[in-house]
């Protein structure tokens, strides 16, 4: 009697632990996703912010329309690209190429709408960027999770993977832009 109690106190624990496993992993694969979302918002924000952005600039710079239309074009391509991380690479150059096009009318400078545009424009990116750190924060507690023992043979036996991090893939497009004039 006293070895069936053992035993079925083992399983009891096997199954118990299993338990706390997988509800770490829901946990987690849930932290992921909240954290894409917020890096997705601010995105959105960005996105919103960049018409506003051109218009003010188009108003001065009337001959510039090949560095206004490539942003216009990258806005509208990131929203529906599946490497977001590629696209918005492509649009934070985009943008530092549209401010430096601003750099050559001393009166878009000092135009009040211009300023503020570039305050939002700096605070989202400072934002993107802390968005950025949660995800892949997130990320990487979901991926200790899946590849160390015991929990990976839980991740196996449910379906649980491995996510990817949000990577920029040039040096100059980690750095956040700079808005000042």
Same mark, same amino acid.
């Given at each position: 009697?006293?070895?069936?109690?053992?035993?079925?106190?083992?399983?009891?624990?096997?199954?118990?632990?299993?338990?706390?496993?997988?509800?770490?992993?829901? @946990?987690? $694969?849930?932290?992921?996703?909240?954290?894409?979302?917020?890096?997705?918002?601010?995105?959105?924000? $960005?996105?919103?912010?960049?018409?506003?952005?051109?218009?003010?600039?188009?108003?001065?710079?009337?001959?510039?329309?090949?560095?206004?239309?490539?942003?216009?074009?990258?806005?509208?391509?990131?929203? $529906? !690209?599946?490497?977001?991380?590629?696209?918005?690479?492509?649009?934070?150059? !985009?943008?530092? +190429?549209?401010?430096?096009?601003?750099?050559?009318?001393?009166?878009? @400078?000092?135009?009040? +709408?211009?300023?503020?545009?570039?305050?939002?424009?700096?605070?989202?990116?400072?934002?993107?960027?802390?968005?950025? $750190?949660?995800?892949?924060?997130?990320?990487?507690?979901? +991926?200790?999770?899946?590849?160390?023992?015991?929990?990976?043979?839980?991740?196996?036996?449910?379906?649980?993977?491995?996510?990817?991090?949000?990577?920029?893939?040039?040096?100059?497009?980690?750095?956040?832009?700079?808005?000042?004039?």
């Amino acid at each position: 009697m006293s070895a069936t109690m053992i035993v079925l106190g083992v399983l009891g624990s096997i199954v118990l632990g299993a338990v706390l496993i997988y509800n770490r992993f829901v @946990k987690r $694969r849930n932290l992921v996703m909240e954290a894409w979302s917020g890096i997705d918002v601010q995105l959105k924000r $960005r996105h919103n912010l960049i018409p506003n952005l051109v218009e003010t600039v188009k108003g001065y710079s009337g001959h510039e329309t090949q560095v206004l239309n490539e942003l216009t074009e990258l806005r509208t391509g990131s929203q $529906r !690209a599946a490497e977001r991380g590629k696209q918005e690479t492509q649009i934070s150059q !985009a943008i530092c +190429n549209l401010l430096a096009v601003a750099e050559q009318y001393p009166d878009l @400078k000092a135009s009040r +709408n211009f300023l503020d545009l570039q305050d939002n424009l700096d605070e989202i990116e400072t934002t993107i960027q802390q968005a950025r $750190r949660y995800y892949n924060g997130a990320v990487r507690d979901l +991926n200790i999770l899946v590849e160390s023992f015991p929990s990976n043979l839980i991740a196996r036996t449910f379906g649980f993977r491995a996510a990817e991090f949000f990577e920029l893939e040039s040096a100059a497009a980690r750095a956040v832009p700079k808005v000042e004039f």
